[in-house]
């Protein structure tokens, strides 16, 4: 006499379960990301700190961290000479002494020098701004702590 069977099948359940711990992952490490980016970002005025955000795509199971700040760009590959990549300006510039608002000074080979232009309006002279690089090392710092998360969460979500 055969006996019957019943098979279940949970396929859809558990991939429910995967894409909650997938979504929850992907919140968590973008908000931590953007945290830190503002933790190691230099403050001049402030503004690049109070920038860092992130967005979570659920349909690519994705985050994007970054800045709307012009200067976040500058800020992670640097400007003119300093440019992380070479490819910055090669010839310096030169910014208005009297509409200048920040707190640190353009400088040019490592010294604030102040140049006079036509009528005698003060200019700063610059070549450009080192590097910092603040996504990149955010993002080395928080790889091994995003990796243990991400099992721990998939672990739970299979348990």
């Known amino acids: 006499m055969l006996e019957s069977v019943t098979l279940e099948s949970n396929i859809l359940q558990a991939e429910g379960l995967l894409d909650d711990a997938v979504q929850q992952f992907l919140t968590e490490m973008g908000a931590l990301l953007a945290a830190d980016a503002a933790a190691m970002s230099p403050v001049d005025e402030g503004q690049l700190k109070g920038s860092w955000d992130y967005q979570v795509d659920t349909a690519e199971k994705s985050v994007t961290v ?3 700040l012009e200067n976040a760009v500058w800020n992670e590959f640097g400007t003119g000479t300093h440019a992380a990549n070479g490819d910055g300006r090669a010839t310096p510039w030169y910014v208005p002494v009297a509409g200048y608002t920040g707190t640190r000074k353009p400088a040019y080979k490592g010294k604030v020098t102040v140049v ?5 309006v003060r ?3 610059t070549d450009g701004k080192a590097a910092q690089h603040t996504l990149q090392h955010t993002a080395d710092q928080d790889l091994p702590k995003a990796e243990k998360r991400l099992a721990a969460l998939l672990k739970r979500g299979l348990s």
């Open 123 to 125: 200019y700063f002279k």
């Open 66 to 68: 970054g800045s709307n």
């Open 116 to 120: 006079y232009g036509k009528n005698g």
